[in-house]
């Protein structure tokens, strides 16, 4: 499969996205032998839980299965969010992962630096990162053009309030991220889902 193929399919997938309010992120095919792999990343404010992606991987199979653009090999369709790792390349992706520890590299006065800091709010092209250091907050405004690479990185201290606070959070989503990971189910991280043909 092409370059081409791949293109196409995003033709055929971006309409039913964005009426169901999605971001098309990317298209990975993959042709493992006997079989086909089609990841489709999405995203969308708010993120998206299993039961979302499931519903939507199950509209996006039936439009793929409604054009002849896959020929009559079966290939299995995936439908995920962007995982950690993941380069923010678009104001959208620090604007959806406020609040988020990220590693940021990026130029300051002509010289590569780096910090690891959680993304607090956007503003146009600048975003505004809070780096708890010896329990103090100190904030660094950063321009998004002198960002050379970013990406979430997994988190393994769960934020204060007052950080999180600092990341331009509501209350409600700063009690969401401080509850124990096992207190409800649908506050849980975006999930993948998987649609076999």
């Not at 992120?25 to 499931?54: F, K, S, Y």
């Amino acid at each position: 499969m092409s370059g081409v193929k791949t293109e196409a399919i995003g033709h055929v997938v971006e309409p039913v996205l964005a009426a169901a309010g999605y971001d098309l992120e990317e298209i990975v095919v993959l042709t493992p032998p006997g079989r086909r792999d089609i990841r489709v990343v999405v995203d969308r404010d708010g993120g998206a839980h299993l039961d979302a992606l499931a519903d939507l991987s199950r509209e996006l199979d039936a439009a793929l299965e409604a054009t002849d653009l896959m020929g009559e090999q079966p290939y299995d369709l995936e439908v995920t969010t962007p995982g950690i790792g993941r380069p923010l390349t678009l104001p959208r992706h620090w604007r959806r992962n406020q609040g988020r520890s990220a590693k940021i590299e990026y130029t300051d006065d002509g010289k590569s630096t780096s910090v690891v800091a959680r993304i607090g709010s956007l503003d146009g092209d600048a975003v505004t990162l809070v780096k708890a250091d010896k329990g103090r907050l100190r904030t660094i405004e950063l321009n998004l053009d002198d960002v050379q690479r970013a990406v979430v990185e997994v988190d393994f201290r769960r934020p204060g309030e007052a950080e999180l606070r600092a990341c331009g959070l509501d209350d409600d989503e700063i009690a969401r991220r401080r509850a124990p990971a096992d207190a409800d189910p649908a506050d849980t991280d975006p999930a993948d889902t998987d649609s076999d043909n």
